[in-house]
């Protein structure tokens, strides 16, 4: 019996085509064969939530040999290091840093808003690392859904997966909404002015935006049609962009008085953390680099070139232009939405907003390009785990790009671009990319500690204490800090018991994996400090970041209860039977063979 979601044989898979709309394309599982077997599979769901907590962990081999096969066409294998670097920095050199800089040094940071930045960008670059080592390990499309489910199984897999795709829709959205806005700046119109108003809606749902969900399709369809296309579109709007940043620090800085910078730190320090935690959203874009990683070359050299070089520049780039702005103006006086225009402005430079218009569209741009390739990637991979319909793994056998899960993440997007503000929603976008890497830091703890065959019960275990320690250690500095910044006690008491459990992890649990071809350096200190940096930028954020985060992944577990917790346990149990089966048939047909060599010995 063919498992489900196994690939096809390629003249089956070319029979049926690529364009499929059938029931079974979509849910092709035995759970959803009718709506009495899914009633039976929502009666079984203790046991099978209980079966994918404790078995539901992949393996490097699944994740590069059978879930890649799910699609039936291989990605092309064209990028290098060159198109990452440059990938890198058109995902991040977009609007973030016009309205972000503004926004935060006058409601938090002041100048100290450099500071930020720098946090922020430190604490991107562990994630970055760890991303490195599970992209050179396991170079799939997934990213972090791949590497969560091969060492915290389909569950942690799941949440993190549905966090960065609850994400990327609003981030996307919200980037395509700011192309707006400048396209507006740009023509002298005010910023809403290019936004189809309808009275009878609610607030912050009665500016359609037809403008922004067009940008959203264009850069989507160009993702389909090639990705070294795309790469390559990507090198020359990247290139204009840094030179357009490049006038714009320069002609800053010649306007610059350093008498500005003072004070610097007007909000005390608990100001520049609250800032880290909100232009940390700056840095998020390299996420969809890892999941380039199952079209790169040489994934061992391009990829960890490709990260540590793009999050290294665009760290420089992103605290000189903050230093530029926070040097032209008081802080008081920055403007909150349109901070470099204004800040030009008031030095007699008016022609400049046309300028910082041109770079944040160029910006954006390839944001919502790159974002279009590495998110397309992401669900494929999820669904080819069939989390979500498998029908969205499947990679065009002319493009070699995931055309479904592509347009999958393009339509909502848009949807969510032409309807929505997304005041409310923006707080989510960053308390979830450090949720995300807070995950994958533990899972790389476990990656490096824990191997099944290798590591005792009893290490298991130990390992499992100490984790728990630091994380539960890194939670209570964080509250500390919320709380109660000035007293001392907390942290007296929760700092060395974060550097113990982290020294328990070094010295106590044996290392049961050791990485083939690059790896983090200083581990497991690394992997635990990025731990404790995430979870402290997570508690700056505020209360009801927190209950908003809460709500959005209590309705992604409801899904993954109803739908996709059944779909996962058929795949598995289905391939496990399979196996079985294999096995047993091989077993079967060895006997004869041994029977037969028997036979000959005997006859010599």
Avoid at 30 to 54: E, K, M, N, Q, V
């Amino acid at each position: 019996m063919e498992p489900v979601g196994a690939p096809q044989d390629k003249p089956a898979a070319a029979a049926r085509g690529y364009w499929r709309w059938r029931k079974d394309d979509f849910f092709p599982e035995p759970s959803f064969a009718s709506w009495g077997a899914y009633r039976g599979a929502l009666a079984a769901t203790p046991a099978r939530l209980r079966d994918r907590l404790l078995a539901g962990r992949s393996t490097d081999a699944a994740e590069l040999g059978a879930m890649r096969r799910r699609s039936e066409n291989e990605m092309r294998r064209c990028l290098t290091w060159w198109d990452l670097t440059w990938l890198g920095f058109g995902c991040h050199l977009g609007a973030g840093i016009f309205v972000l800089t503004g926004q935060e040094a006058r409601d938090h940071a002041g100048p100290a808003v450099v500071l930020s930045y720098v946090v922020a960008g430190l604490s991107a670059m562990l994630s970055v690392l760890i991303y490195a080592e599970f992209a050179v390990e396991i170079p799939v499309a997934g990213g972090s859904f791949a590497y969560l489910r091969v060492e915290l199984g389909d569950v942690a897999a799941f949440v993190a997966a549905a966090n960065l795709i609850l994400e990327t829709v609003i981030g996307t959205a919200a980037v395509a909404r700011a192309w707006t806005s400048y396209l507006a700046s740009l023509v002298n119109r005010p910023v809403s002015a290019l936004r189809v108003q309808v009275p009878s809606l609610g607030e912050g749902f009665n500016e359609l935006d037809p403008i922004a969900s067009a940008v959203i399709m264009a850069t989507a369809i160009m993702a389909m049609l090639s990705t070294k296309g795309s790469s390559r579109f990507n090198w020359v709007a990247s290139t204009v962009h840094l030179l357009v940043l490049a006038f714009i620090i320069v002609a800053g800085f010649v306007h610059a008085k350093p008498s500005n910078l003072t004070p610097f730190v007007p909000y005390g320090v608990p100001g520049v953390f609250r800032s880290a935690a909100v232009v940390y959203f700056a840095y998020s874009g390299f996420d969809s680099i890892a999941n380039m990683a199952e079209e790169t070359k040489n994934p061992s050299r391009d990829i960890p070139l490709g990260l540590i070089g793009s999050m290294s520049v665009i760290t420089a780039i992103y605290c000189t232009m903050a230093l530029t702005l926070t040097m032209m103006q008081p802080y008081t006086a920055i403007d909150r939405s349109a901070a470099y225009s204004v800040a030009f402005a008031a030095v007699g430079m008016r022609w400049m907003q046309y300028v910082v218009a041109v770079g944040a569209l160029k910006g954006m741009t390839t944001v919502l390009l790159v974002g279009a390739l590495g998110n397309a990637r992401y669900a494929t991979h999820i669904a080819r785990s069939h989390i979500i319909p498998p029908v969205f793994a499947l990679v065009h056998p002319k493009t070699g790009t995931p055309i479904h899960a592509t347009a999958l993440i393009t339509g909502a997007s848009a949807c969510v671009a032409f309807f929505s503000s997304l005041d409310v929603l923006a707080s989510l976008l960053s308390i979830s990319t450090l949720f995300i890497f807070v995950m994958i830091a533990t899972a790389l703890l476990v990656r490096r500690y824990h191997a099944r065959g290798v590591t005792s019960r009893a290490h298991g275990r130990l390992l499992a204490a100490l984790v728990l320690a630091i994380v539960g250690s890194s939670g209570g500095i964080a509250a500390c800090w919320g709380t109660a910044p000035e007293r001392w006690t907390g942290y007296a008491v929760l700092v060395p018991v974060w550097a113990a459990a982290t020294l328990g992890v070094q010295l106590l649990v044996p290392v049961a994996r050791v990485p083939t071809k690059w790896g983090v350096p200083l581990v497991p200190w690394l992997p635990s400090l990025s731990i404790a940096t995430n979870i402290f930028l997570m508690g700056s954020l505020g209360a009801q970041a927190f209950v908003r985060f809460g709500v959005c992944t209590a309705v992604m577990l409801l899904y993954y209860v109803l739908v996709g917790l059944h779909a996962t346990y058929d795949v598995a149990h289905e391939e496990v039977d399979d196996a079985a089966a294999d096995e047993k048939a091989a077993a079967a047909g060895a006997a004869p063979d041994v029977e037969k060599s028997g036979a000959g010995d005997a006859g010599r």
